[in-house]
């Protein structure tokens, strides 16, 4: 009990639980990400095409790089931002000792002490790292499954019509070989749906909103938080906006990552990180309700009067008037 008044909690499963658990699903995730993203371990549904389809007749954008949202800028926004709005929120939290941030410090086999700001940080910036792979992992699913083709893939597939027999629009095309452009544009030309781009964008915005809605205490001012989380929110959008304008994606692709995105972000914070909050302390139990209460709410005492009924059937004293007579 010292301990606790102190601020300090014993713990020997600490260490161990974060070196063989947490860190192997952390490597695991992203592992599987790496191979999902940069090898051909998981091959992509070839899908088939109609002739002519103009659903897939857009021009060629260009390579990714070439973007008004490259992948880079994107990647770049999804790590900074949220790590330094993490950083800024719990050292002010820590140093204003805002409520509901305070934790104990955990000591494990008394050698090793945990800050309870640092294990904040370590933890809400752990979680967000793995929901990062997380997302890229069901995106890169959902388009090697699905086998999806982007707006433009008939500029890259450049398909030889007069050698497939494409005589009408309504010709269906399920030949492997078909396509004679590059093979690597054709692969990537494959993977629309999900829009990976968008789902890391709105995972981002969603779980630094939920952050700054949770945590952040604004006093004076009423339009602080709702204008940073709508800006957040508005540059996710942004994202899947121009992956549409540029022929990258079509709007379902987008939605579905944006489903896909805000899903992996509440579900990680509601049910992983408990709304950012620390865990409470155990409900004290109820006692039970004096008799002089009613619905728990104290009776008011009343003056006592005492009654002449009481006086006539108490204790009779010598020379009292009423004193049986023998």
């Known amino acids: ?8 909690k014993n713990s020997s499963s600490i260490v161990p639980c974060f070196l063989f658990v947490e860190l192997v699903i952390m ?8 191979y999902f993203e940069y090898t051909d371990t998981f091959p992509v549904h070839v899908q088939g095409f109609f002739c002519y389809d103009r659903t897939f007749s857009k021009p060629y954008p260009g390579p990714e790089h070439h973007s008004m949202v490259p992948p880079m800028l994107v990647y770049s926004l999804i790590t900074a931002i949220p790590t330094l709005t993490i950083l800024i929120g719990e ?3 820590f140093f204003m000792k805002a409520e509901g941030t305070q934790e104990k410090t955990i000591v494990a086999a008394d050698c090793c002490f945990f800050n309870p700001l640092l294990r904040r940080i370590v933890r809400f910036l752990g979680v967000y790292s793995f929901g990062i792979f997380t997302t890229t992992i069901f995106a890169n699913a959902g388009q090697v499954v699905t086998g999806n083709q982007t707006p433009h893939f008939l500029s890259t597939c450049r398909p030889n019509y007069t050698a497939l027999g494409c005589q009408s629009a309504m010709h269906y095309i399920t030949e492997r070989r078909a396509c004679t452009g590059n093979p ?5 030309a494959r993977k629309s749906f999900p829009s990976k781009d968008a789902a890391l964008s709105v995972y981002s915005a969603v779980y630094t909103v939920m952050y700054v809605t949770l945590v952040f205490r604004t006093k004076g001012t009423r339009l602080a938080k709702p204008t940073l989380c ?7 959008v942004l994202v899947g906006v121009v992956r549409v304008a540029e022929y990258r994606n079509h709007w379902a692709d987008v939605l579905a990552g944006y489903f896909t995105g805000a899903a992996t972000a509440v579900f990680l914070v509601t ?11 155990a409900p004290v139990p109820v006692r039970a309700q004096r008799p002089d209460s009613v619905l728990g709410m104290p009776m008011t005492a009343l003056p006592c009067v005492e009654s002449p009924l009481e006086k006539l059937s108490g204790p009779q004293t010598p020379g009292s008037p009423f004193t049986e007579i023998t």
């Not at 709508?230 to 996710?236: F, P, Q, T």
């Open 271 to 281: 049910c992983v990180v408990n709304n950012f909050q620390w865990a409470q302390p």
């Open 27 to 34: 490597a695991g995730t992203v592992l599987l990400a790496y």
């Open 184 to 188: 690597l544009l054709v692969v990537s």
């Open 91 to 93: 050292l002010m939290a």
């Open 1 to 8: 009990m010292a301990g606790e008044k102190l601020g300090v």
């Open 230 to 236: 709508l800006a957040l929110l508005s540059l996710a």
